[in-house]
């Protein structure tokens, strides 16, 4: 949780004609989740992610074309999905028509009368993407690879947090 607080205070926020605090940025927070047979020392280790995400408007497709273009590719069975034009995308890949169970919550006020109305063509929109989901398995050598991305991942975000200070 300390890490999550720690993400909202630098998040950029602003005030807008229908919020006085409205997100300027997505977020992704995401939690992995390992779990092993405590009875197996060497047993593989089966790996969940969970991503808690805030697309700062994103409903608005015209707003982010890359997550619009992916999605509509997706919707439409499209062999070459364009996830590397944009890190969002990229970091979304796997929730959007990869490996995942995925949830949209839309998020609608009366305020907000133009948004509302294309957070349900949004989530429409996404309705049809087809997740590809299976067990994620890693077996003693992929777990220790795994490992060493884990750190070196965690380390350039201390050095670059560090540089940022």
Partial sequence: MENMMQGNKIRRVAA???NERSS????????????KDANQKDGPVHISYLNLMDLAGSERVSLTKAAGN??????????????RDSKLTRLLSQALGGNAKSLIIGN???????ETRSTPEFAQSTKTVKNKTKVNILSATEETLQGYQNLTRDLETRLKSRQLS
């Fill in 24 to 35: 300027r940025s997505h977020t992704i927070f995401r939690i992995i989740l390992e779990s």
């Fill in 108 to 114: 609608v006020t009366l305020a907000a009368e133009e």
């Fill in 70 to 83: 992916v999605i509509r590719q997706l919707s439409e069975g499209k062999e070459f999905i364009s996830y």
């Fill in 16 to 18: 807008t004609r229908m």
